[in-house]
């Protein structure tokens, strides 16, 4: 592998309530993915984000969810798939008119949460995704856990279907991410996670949380802006990963 997107997730600050350093973390990410209001941010924030990933260079993407500022988009929502596509439209086209205003543009999307690990099994909101990027009118690069079935789906439909893996999560042995109850989920040592990175970059495989060696690939590494020590974390993962010989490239 000659290069791989990092990837953060940002904007994610509401009102006076503030999350993340996303234009620290903007030093060492080559994506954005900038909430959409739906899940965190407002519009300020959002256009704010916009402008200075604009500034640094940085992709724009959209990061979508279910409709839930209080739980941060991280539960499960059960809405019919039209109402979902609806929902996801709504926050691409917001997200586009931000992006636009600061000199850039939308270039792929990301689901949030409980969205994105919900689209790995859930058939219906899967096909929600898919019929949203669709309806938005443009053929967006979609950012997907691999084995996903709205991976399979983005494929079928003639989207390009991005496998992204997660610095700073803990995986079960079948290739999905630990639960977020559970206190093992969230990795915090920069060095091990960079480790894991190199790995995986070079490799084609990860370390499970029981141990087990899963293979997979993956086009972009996602480091979570509100994670504790996020900025530190993509920094030693860029510098480790450049100094193994793999640039930092968005894949849009």
């Known amino acids: 592998m000659q290069y791989i997107d990092l990837n953060s997730d940002v904007g994610e600050s509401y009102g006076s309530w503030s999350m993340g350093d996303d234009t620290a973390i903007f ?8 909430a959409c209001g739906f899940h965190a941010g407002d519009p300020r924030t959002i256009a704010h984000t916009c402008r ?11 990061h979508v969810g279910y409709h839930d500022l209080a739980g941060f988009g991280r539960r499960f929502i059960e809405v019919p798939g039209n109402e979902l596509a609806d929902d996801l439209l709504y926050q691409l086209g917001a997200m586009d008119a931000m992006a ?9 999307v990301k689901p949030h949460g409980a969205l994105y690990n919900a689209i790995v099994h859930h058939e219906e909101h899967a096909q929600a995704v898919i019929d949203a990027i669709r309806a938005f ?76 060696i899963i293979r997979t690939s993956a086009e972009s590494i996602c480091v979570h802006g509100d994670t504790a020590g996020a900025v530190a974390v993509a920094a030693a993962v860029r510098a480790g990963l450049e100094s193994s010989g793999i640039d930092i490239k968005s894949f849009a």
């Open 100 to 108: 636009r205003a600061a000199g850039s543009e939308v270039k792929y």
């Open 27 to 34: 030093q060492s990410v080559s994506s954005a993915n900038v």
């Open 137 to 212: 009118g443009r053929d967006l690069p979609v950012l997907l856990l691999p084995g996903s079935i709205a991976l399979d789906k983005a494929e079928r439909s003639g989207l390009r279907a991005v496998s992204e893996a997660f610095a700073d999560r803990s995986y079960n042995p079948d290739g999905t991410l630990v639960s977020r109850t559970d206190p093992a989920a969230v990795l915090h040592d920069p060095q091990r996670i960079t480790q894991n990175m190199i790995r995986l970059a070079s490799e084609g495989t990860i370390r499970a949380i029981d141990g087990t």
């Open 52 to 62: 200075e990933a604009a500034k640094a260079g940085i992709t724009i993407g959209a």
